[in-house]
């Protein structure tokens, strides 16, 4: 599974409403702030002055920060707080020090720019193809030269080794119990999704149109089991195996024909778990099944649902914005680019026949 896997599957949902727009909720940019009992985020982006003040803007760790080298402002910080999960992403304007820990079921998966004096731990954070993966209850000291980019999701540590323990049993049975680089080629991916989540907000914010929170934490809980979880090894086939691979993919077709048709869009781990398979498995069963990875198939599927109920739509009762997010595309531009590649005609084309 490559790249463009990754960005296909950030449109994915682990469970979506029957009813299309959620109620209003206007995000506001704060200073720090949580959201309200989890009903709605909460956006910052703030140019920090003070190490202490770097550390308070991330309340959800434990955490203590020591400027080290001398500058008026220590960072630029975008955070997008999602209650129970966390976006950041730091730019250094100075040398910091970050010393703490994480709360028991509280991990990271994170990445930094490609700078040799960066230290995570015990690890260098300049290697080429490696995401960080913090476990809850682990004790952390880390370096971050200035001029130096990180970024790094927050989540909960039980949700994520139900999912990776469905795609990757052998390694995620015992989890780590320190800080651990992850050898990825989704190193790139893990980045432009996390600066796509960021710009999104953002954007709802400044439009002040209604964006799901429970929509963007399944997208980042399906975007990170990809980037950490899923092994990048190549499979080599044998007869049985193929046979098998057939069996899967119909039985994986069975499973998502009946979650759409219910109205619930399945995710790569609800298939991996219902069919009692790993990722690897079913990547190579939907490879032999119809030449595709199991998250291409899955946009497939969603882009021929979202025309079927254009097709049949009245388009003075009926937006392309409110099927395309009840099928699970946010990314509006990116979805009509998609839908137009598919099927040779824009979605308002469609939607006006």
Not at 9 to 26: D, N, S
Not at 108 to 133: K, M, Y
Not at 206 to 235: G, N
Request: glycine share 6%.
């Amino acid at each position: 599974m490559g790249s463009q896997d990754i960005r296909e599957l950030r449109p994915q949902l682990e469970t979506f409403a029957r009813k299309h727009i959620v109620p209003p909720f206007f995000p506001k940019e704060t200073t720090g702030s949580a959201p309200d009992s989890g009903k709605g985020y909460a956006l910052q982006a703030e140019l920090v002055e003070t190490s202490s003040s770097q550390a308070s803007l991330q309340p959800w760790v434990e955490m203590e920060c020591i400027q080290l080298s001398g500058g008026r402002n220590v960072a630029k910080l975008d955070s997008l707080d999602l209650g129970s999960m966390q976006i950041v992403r730091e730019g250094q304007r100075t040398s910091v020090q970050k010393l703490g820990s994480t709360p028991a079921d509280f991990c990271t998966v994170s990445i930094c720019t490609q700078e040799p004096a960066t230290r995570v731990s015990e690890h260098c954070g300049g290697q080429a193809d490696a995401v960080f993966f913090l476990p809850g209850n682990a004790e952390f000291d880390i370096h971050i030269p200035a001029g130096v980019e990180t970024a790094y999701v927050g989540f909960s540590q039980e949700e994520f080794l139900r999912g990776a323990r469905a795609l990757n049993p052998v390694f995620w049975e015992r989890p780590p119990t320190g800080i651990i680089p992850l050898t990825t080629r989704r190193r790139n991916d893990f980045q432009e999704a996390v600066d796509l989540w960021l710009k999104t907000a953002r954007e709802a914010s400044m439009r002040e149109e209604p964006l799901d929170p429970a929509v963007l934490r399944s997208h980042l809980m399906q975007t990170v089991l990809q980037v950490a979880a899923v092994s990048d090894e190549d499979i080599a086939p044998s007869f049985n195996e193929r046979v098998r691979a057939l069996q899967i993919g119909r039985r994986a077709r069975s499973f998502v024909d009946d979650h759409l048709n219910a109205d619930v869009l399945p995710t790569i781990v609800d298939i991996c778990t219902a069919l009692g398979v790993s990722e690897r498995t079913l990547r190579y069963a939907f490879r032999e099944y119809v030449g595709l990875s199991p998250v291409a198939y899955l946009r497939a599927c969603r882009l021929n649902r979202v025309r079927a109920v254009l097709a049949v739509s009245d388009p003075r009762e009926t937006t392309i914005t409110q099927v395309a997010m009840r099928f699970g595309f946010l990314h509006l531009g990116r979805f009509a680019g998609d839908y137009k590649r598919m099927f040779g005609e824009m979605p308002s084309v469609t939607l006006d026949a």
